[in-house]
């Protein structure tokens, strides 16, 4: 009766532990990027420029009322985000955002508050980078600009008692724009757990307002 040699009876045995480390090996990019993939969810807060322009002043005689200068002032914003991630480099996603109030003189003897609120739909692509994901996105935004202007009138000392306000010119300004937005940014994954800095502009009530935010995500694995 003839005997295998020992090495020859491990040679299936190696070949088959070889075979399935070569298959994890393989599937393991495909499960990391299957874990990216999904709807998520997240909040965040920063700071935007709220602009606008479009302010107008008291009559000048028979004329119509005066434009008075632009807004231009940084604010504390935030914004909400929902989202899906369809593949391992696209998306689309959802932003509820708040670009905050600011207020500033605008003229002489004049001031004015202005804020921004919105919506806005985009495409999301991600670049193949480990670790990181550096993404850039674009889309459509509609957003609601609301301000209040007043303007100190001359000869206010002549004001008859009991009408305080008759040396005061007050004017209230809003416009809802659709316009095309954009942002850039990148994100680190940490389990169902995301954190994200984007930087996002828009057109809105004539100037190109701005937000830059840190969010947290959360990843429905």
């Given at each position: 009766m003839r005997t295998?040699?020992?090495?020859a009876a491990r040679r299936p045995a190696t070949l088959a532990a070889v075979l399935l480390l070569g298959?994890?090996?393989?599937?393991?990019?495909a499960a990391a990027a299957s874990n990216l993939l999904g709807l998520y969810v997240g909040a965040g807060a920063g700071r935007a420029e709220v602009r606008a322009t479009g302010f107008r002043g008291p009559p000048s005689a028979a004329f119509a009322p005066q434009p008075l200068g632009a807004i231009g002032r940084n604010a504390l914003a935030y914004q909400l985000t929902a989202g899906v991630r369809f593949l391992e480099v696209f998306g689309a996603e959802a932003d509820y955002v708040d670009l905050g109030h600011a207020s500033a003189p605008i003229g002489p003897q004049a001031?004015?508050?202005?804020?921004t609120t919105?919506?806005?739909?985009?495409?999301?692509?991600y670049l193949p980078i480990p670790v990181v994901n550096v993404f850039a996105k674009a889309g459509l935004a509609r957003l609601d600009t609301q301000g209040h202007a007043?303007?100190?009138?001359?000869g206010a000392g002549t004001c008859a008692i009991g009408i305080p306000n008759c040396?005061?010119?007050s004017s209230a300004y809003r416009q809802r724009t659709t316009s095309l937005a954009a942002g850039?940014?990148?994100?680190?994954?940490?389990?169902?757990?995301?954190v994200r800095a984007?930087?996002?502009r828009f057109t809105a009530a004539g100037e190109h307002p701005s937000l830059a935010v840190i969010e947290l995500l959360f990843r429905f694995l």
């Open positions: 295998r040699p020992p090495h298959g994890a090996l393989r599937c393991q990019p001031s004015a508050s202005v804020g919105g919506t806005a739909v985009f495409g999301v692509l007043t303007v100190a009138l001359p040396g005061v010119y850039i940014g990148a994100q680190v994954n940490l389990g169902p757990l995301a984007e930087v996002e």
